[in-house]
């Protein structure tokens, strides 16, 4: 498909990954974002997150040209990839910054344009809030403006090699529109490209990360049983995986990101008589930092420590060897604590350069030895290349890192 230029909106994590790989496989892009910082930091050639092969990426594209600005440009495909969180007491999406993109796209986009949403959105949210914003300009969509879903599909901590290899889906109201933007889309993406209709992409996107959501569900509810009755969930599941159509996952300390621990909702706020198992599956992961926090109280009793602030926590980021905090159980388990009055606990994440809660700690030597018990919340690398510097501390490892075990009292989950 070719365009003049192609305007992405939101440079996120999903956006901004997605322009520098469209930018360096010869597409002229602009990234457009609203904070001033943001844009600012990449005009400088600076990058806003760390991951894996991004520096290398953003390279490539400042040599294919890529733009930045606060502006949205007159162009003719717009690919919008801001946030979409969703309302905690309802469990409704909340399409605000969508709606925001689309009507400043509006007012600038020419006749004929593709509007694209890759954020990740619930089945209607194109009908009930995007096609309005046509109606009310007097605009027809598949005619003046065509709308499209692309969900995203990738992972912080895996996103190039995603962007290059995950199969994609395009959701249009024509086949002939989705056709073209697939053809944009293979410019870089070696895996499949489905073309459908726009409801059944959106569904198709939070169906994905549902169905992983249920998974982890059920293997954290396993150790919550095998532990009430003195049984290793671990072993368990190592056993029952040898049987061909058996693959449970292994149980942790919570779900977080933005897309399994949020998405889900979407289906619950949405048909709140019909997702029983999608809800029960989000109760359960979202329970399971307090779980650790009643394991953590039990580990104390057993080595008569009394002193909780010489608990630490290892890990704020969500998955390993990502900087991304969203949704992390750590912070989940901090707000915990701070419902029961608890002053902030002791962290340290070798990841997370800036400070994210109180109690933080900016090197693991001092972290170390400010406490007796260590929690790993989250599996670092940067953990088993210093796994020596713990020696002697009681450890409660949620994430079973498979680290030696030396003199070091180890629990698991």
Same mark, same amino acid.
């Given at each position: 498909m070719e365009h003049s230029i192609v305007n992405v909106i939101g440079l996120g994590y999903i956006g901004l990954p997605t322009a520098?790989?469209?930018? =360096?496989?010869?597409?002229?892009?602009?990234?457009?974002?609203?904070?001033?910082?943001?844009?600012?930091?990449?005009?400088?050639?600076?990058?806003?997150?760390? +991951?894996?092969?991004?520096?290398?990426?953003?390279? =490539?594209?400042?040599?294919?040209?890529?733009? *930045? =600005?606060? &502006?949205?440009?007159?162009? &003719?495909?717009?690919?919008?990839?801001?946030?979409?969180?969703?309302?905690?007491?309802?469990?409704?999406?909340?399409? =605000?910054?969508?709606?925001?993109?689309?009507?400043?796209?509006?007012?600038?986009?020419?006749?004929?344009?593709?509007?694209a949403v890759e954020s990740t959105v619930s089945p209607g949210t194109i009908d009930k809030y995007v096609r309005p914003l046509l109606e009310k300009r007097k605009l027809k969509a598949g005619e003046d403006v065509h709308l499209v879903h692309a969900p995203? /599909?990738?992972?912080?901590?895996?996103?190039?090699?995603?962007?290059?290899?995950?199969?994609?889906?395009?959701?249009?109201?024509? /086949?002939?529109?989705?056709?073209?933007?697939?053809?944009?889309?293979?410019? *870089?993406?070696?895996?499949?490209?489905?073309?459908?209709?726009? /409801?059944?992409?959106?569904?198709?996107?939070? #169906?994905?990360?549902?169905?992983?959501?249920?998974?982890?569900a059920f293997a954290n509810e396993l150790a919550k049983i095998c532990y009430s009755d003195g049984m290793d969930v671990h072993e368990i599941i190592r056993i029952s995986n040898k049987h061909p159509r058996v693959n449970i996952l292994s149980p942790g300390p919570g779900v977080g990101g933005h897309c399994i621990s949020v998405d889900p909702w979407f289906l619950v706020g949405d048909y709140p008589g019909l997702a029983k198992l999608i809800r029960q599956a989000r109760e359960i992961n979202?329970?399971?930092? +307090?779980?650790?926090?009643?394991?953590?109280?039990?580990?104390?009793?057993?080595?008569?420590?009394?002193?909780?602030?010489? #608990?630490? *926590?290892?890990?704020?980021?969500?998955?390993?060897?990502? &900087?991304?905090?969203?949704?992390?159980?750590?912070?989940?388990?901090?707000?915990?604590?701070?419902?029961?009055?608890?002053?902030?606990?002791?962290?340290?994440?070798p990841m997370c350069k800036a400070r994210i809660c109180d109690g933080q700690y900016p090197d693991f030597a001092s972290f170390l030895e400010s406490i007796d018990l260590m929690v790993i919340m989250v599996n670092h690398a940067h953990l088993k290349e210093?796994?020596?510097?713990?020696?002697g501390k009681v450890v409660f490892d949620t994430r079973q890192c498979g680290l030696d075990e030396g003199n070091n009292k180890m629990y698991f989950l």
């Open positions: 520098l790989m469209m930018a =360096s496989h010869g597409v002229k892009v602009v990234g457009t974002d609203y904070n001033g910082d943001l844009v600012a930091s990449l005009k400088r050639g600076e990058l806003t997150f760390e +991951e894996a092969g991004l520096e290398e990426l953003f390279r =490539s594209a400042m040599d294919g040209g890529i733009e *930045f =600005s606060r &502006d949205y440009i007159k162009t &003719d495909l717009y690919i919008v990839s801001v946030a979409t969180p969703y309302d905690k007491e309802s469990k409704r999406i909340d399409p =605000s910054y969508v709606i925001a993109a689309v009507e400043q796209v509006l007012d600038v986009c020419e006749k004929g344009a593709v509007i995203e /599909r990738i992972i912080p901590g895996n996103m190039i090699y995603e962007l290059i290899h995950n199969s994609r889906t395009i959701g249009a109201d024509s /086949r002939e529109i989705g056709e073209k933007v697939k053809a944009m889309y293979a410019s *870089f993406c070696q895996g499949s490209i489905e073309v459908t209709d726009i /409801r059944t992409a959106e569904m198709t996107k939070v #169906v994905e990360n549902t169905y992983r959501d249920i998974n982890i979202d329970s399971m930092p +307090e779980f650790v926090l009643r394991r953590v109280y039990e580990i104390m009793l057993e080595n008569g420590l009394t002193d909780i602030s010489r #608990v630490g *926590f290892y890990g704020l980021t969500y998955k390993e060897n990502v &900087d991304d905090v969203r949704e992390s159980p750590t912070l989940q388990l901090i707000e915990k604590m701070k419902e029961h009055l608890a002053a902030a606990p002791k962290t340290y994440d210093n796994w020596a510097m713990a020696a």
